[in-house]
């Protein structure tokens, strides 16, 4: 990478020439791309199997979602479905029977037949993860395995298809900045959140939707940067056409994609031709994804039916007694905070604590609201903005009208923001590269930012191993790894290679960075075009 002129005058170094084509990925740039998209999956590898079985949020009605059609079941209305016995059964040998004399699943299959009465929401859902999970299954002969064993069948396979996020997310960063080195800050940044892990190695279809939307805000990002090829358009509405057929957290995805191709291309695009490029992109994705929530219109009245209505039914305020909108904001905005940095477990149970949390959501909205929407680039970081801004939004109408009318603050998960994860990398990258003046304080934010997020994450991940293996204590004792050994569902050994590894791919990315300087003279106020030129 060569170094930037200095000879030249700050007002110059700070512009680049608007025809300057985005920089070249080098061979250096790609091995560092390689080693930090397999260093994110053997990251969450590592979530699949420190994180015990069922553990997960919702993974038990995941789980028994995947085995009813997987064992040919059809697809129940939203809260018709309810778990299999045989589910519930193997879920209680996890706690307490030695992996060695567990049931396989056909053994639980016969020894607990049928249904339970606990309802199963999942079917509030598309069957279209469930339907990829039952072909993992299947593949595995899941029959002939322990339940915790087809449990991790199921992980892995979320986690493989989580693992692209980090190329998209150097990929988008790469085209939003123009700089290698902040995309490879941008993959790094996705360590700094723990729950995001959790969840993207657990059963749960959030992970394809996920990697699904991943992709969207990338091909949105590369209209916005200068893309205006027309397949760039049709596989954006594929894919997002796609990501809405797994789960409505993707829904939010639509108006982003919507602005994103009406803004693309301004001053290069008539509008005309913008109008009919943004027609064709909501009606490819409405193409493919639209037949599940027209079936729901049609059917339930409800663009998405409650799974847990026949169990949560409405119900009014004791007397003297009314919603509060303090009480409404404490639970709804501390809740999301909480489960988006780092709150694994069935009940979300376990914190990466209070302080650290409070501190992190506070320095992030302080570096995107004050840095991210400066007048030059506004209108990119608008679109970027309208995609979690959106999912935000809408959850908090739902978790609303959830308190009006059960009187519980429900349906409030930082998770739910994850399919817009990209977006607030994107914005996060734009906000710290504007914040120091100089080149040389640029490169000292980038490294400061490449060691810190993976740091809270590595953090994140003793606090849970600890707390669910080790009795909450962060060192080794307390019987953790006999623990280990007894329940869980690979030798302790097989993490500790996975997490050396897991440590070296970091060294080797943060080193990299450290090394790295700018190959555009990237200015902090640099006004991206909607044609990708700047100005």
């Not at 307490?96 to 607990?112: G, K, M, N």
Request: net charge positive; glycine share 8%.
């Amino acid at each position: 990478m060569r170094a930037e002129p200095t000879s030249r005058p700050p007002a110059a170094r700070d512009r680049v020439p608007a025809d300057e084509p985005h920089p070249a990925v080098g061979r250096r740039e790609r091995i560092a791309v390689a080693i930090v998209t397999v260093t994110f999956g053997l990251w969450l590898a590592v979530w699949a199997l420190v994180v015990p079985t069922f553990q997960a949020p919702d993974e038990t009605a995941h789980v028994d979602a995947a085995v009813h059609v997987a064992l040919g079941d059809p697809w129940s209305a939203p809260g018709d479905m309810r778990v299999l016995e045989a589910v519930l059964a193997g879920a209680r040998e996890q706690a307490s029977v030695p992996e060695d004399r567990r049931s396989t699943v056909s053994e639980l299959l016969a020894a607990a037949p049928g249904e339970s009465t606990t309802v199963n929401q999942m079917t509030q859902h598309p069957p279209t993860a469930y339907l990829a999970d039952a072909l993992v299954l299947r593949a595995v002969h899941f029959g002939d395995l322990r339940l915790d064993q087809a449990v991790l069948a199921l992980r892995l396979a979320d986690a493989l298809a989580v693992t692209p996020l980090a190329l998209l997310a150097w990929a988008t960063v790469r085209r939003v900045t123009r700089s290698p080195r902040a995309a490879l800050v941008g993959a790094l940044a996705l360590f700094a959140t723990p729950q995001l892990a959790s969840i993207g190695a657990s059963v749960t279809n959030d992970a394809p939707t996920m990697l699904l939307t991943g992709v969207v805000v990338w091909l949105a990002v590369r209209l916005l940067t200068g893309d205006h090829r027309w397949r760039t358009v049709v596989w954006l509405g594929l894919a997002l056409g796609a990501a809405c057929w797994v789960k409505g957290t993707a829904l939010p995805a639509v108006p982003f994609v919507g602005l994103a191709v009406l803004v693309a291309g301004a001053g290069v695009l008539p509008v005309s031709r913008r109008l009919l490029r943004t027609v064709v992109a909501l009606g490819v994705a409405g193409a493919v994804g639209a037949w599940w929530w027209l079936h729901n219109l049609v059917a339930h009245h409800r663009l998405q039916p409650d799974g847990y209505a026949a169990i949560r039914p409405p119900k009014a305020f004791p007397p003297g007694e009314h919603p509060s909108v303090a009480h409404f904001v404490d639970v709804s905005w501390g809740t999301l905070a909480r489960t988006f940095w780092g709150s694994p477990g069935a009940r979300a149970q376990v914190s990466i604590g209070d302080g650290l949390t409070a501190a992190l959501t506070a320095v992030a909205l302080a570096a995107l609201v004050l840095f991210a929407f400066r007048r030059t680039g506004l209108g990119t970081s608008v679109v970027l903005a309208s995609f979690p801004a959106a999912v935000l939004l809408i959850q908090t109408a739902t978790s609303a009208r959830a308190y009006l009318t059960t009187t519980e603050v429900a349906g409030t998960q930082g998770r739910y923001a994850f399919p817009a994860v990209l977006c607030l990398v994107a914005l996060s990258a734009v906000a710290w590269r504007r914040i120091p003046r100089t080149p040389c304080g640029r490169h000292r934010t980038a490294t400061v930012l490449a060691v810190v997020c993976p740091a809270v994450g590595l953090y994140g991940a003793v606090v849970v191993t600890s707390w669910f293996w080790n009795g909450a204590v962060p060192w080794p004792g307390h019987g953790g790894l006999a623990r280990y050994a007894a329940l869980g569902p690979v030798p302790p050994w097989t993490v500790a290679v996975l997490a050396v590894l897991v440590l070296v791919g970091i060294v080797a990315t943060v080193t990299r960075v450290a090394a790295m300087r700018s190959a555009v003279p990237a200015a902090p106020d640099r006004d991206l075009r909607a044609d990708g030129a700047t100005r």
